[in-house]
């Protein structure tokens, strides 16, 4: 960027066109050009201003950096829902890993073993009920006791058949969804947060300069006022 020597102001000089001799008519009128408030979008606190009044600007070049105390934690918390979220979909498109297969088969074989003895125990009480040797209250406990075991064994099972089928199809769907929403998510927290640089609208000037680093805007509060000086426009009036 470039310093002009002098000021501009919205109405930057005063014109006379016209020649009655051509067959025209004299009139007075004003050069103008076009002004843009560059504006805090929501409420933040401003980082760095980088131009002054005067200062010749470019289309798209970064005037004002602004902040929110929370922006940091916001953006890696969106960042860390997309992660986890793909991590989760990845697992279901890949099935269970051999490891969690072996695992669920060792529990389902010291289910099955457990869920065998107990049904043995069982039977003996019965015999020993039967012969009077065993109370009514042992047998109750006994077969509570083999309830228990056959639906461990049967919880095995389904656990086991359930990782050797893999992920069902609504899983992974409401997994492919979570991802989507998670990037949208963050994708609009990145807008705001690009929304937090100011830039030029179009090459110009900078005529008003109105705050400084720390202060604190408000919501649609001008942090600069940009002049197309490059597109001058004439306002005339007859006499």
Request: with cysteine.
């Amino acid at each position: 960027m470039r310093r002009l020597l002098f000021a501009l102001t919205p109405i930057v000089a005063l014109a006379s066109c016209g020649d009655a001799a051509d067959g025209g008519f004299p009139a007075q009128g004003t050069i103008e050009v076009h002004e843009a408030d560059l504006a805090a979008p929501v409420p933040s606190r401003v980082v760095r201003v980088l131009v002054d009044e005067g200062d010749a600007v470019e289309a798209g070049d970064t005037l004002v950096l602004l902040t929110q105390s929370d922006l940091d934690a916001t953006l890696a918390g969106h960042r860390a829902r997309v992660a986890t979220a793909e991590a989760v979909l990845r697992d279901l498109r890949a099935g269970a890993r051999p490891q969690e297969i072996a695992r669920a088969e060792a529990e389902l074989a010291a289910a099955d073993a457990e869920a065998e003895r107990a049904a043995r125990e069982l039977e003996r009480i019965r015999t020993l009920v039967r012969s009077d040797v065993a109370s009514r209250q042992q047998l109750d406990d006994t077969e509570a006791q083999a309830r228990v075991s056959a639906q461990r064994r049967d919880a095995a099972q389904e656990s086991l058949r359930l990782l050797r089928a893999g992920a069902r199809a609504e899983a992974v769907r409401a997994a492919e969804a979570e991802v989507r929403t998670a990037r949208a998510s963050l994708e609009a927290a990145e807008s705001r947060a690009a929304d937090l640089v100011l830039t030029s609208p179009w090459a110009g000037t900078v005529l008003l300069r109105l705050t400084h680093p720390g202060e604190v805007l408000a919501a649609g509060a001008p942090a600069l006022t940009i002049g197309a000086t490059g597109a001058p426009f004439v306002r005339a009036w007859a006499p």
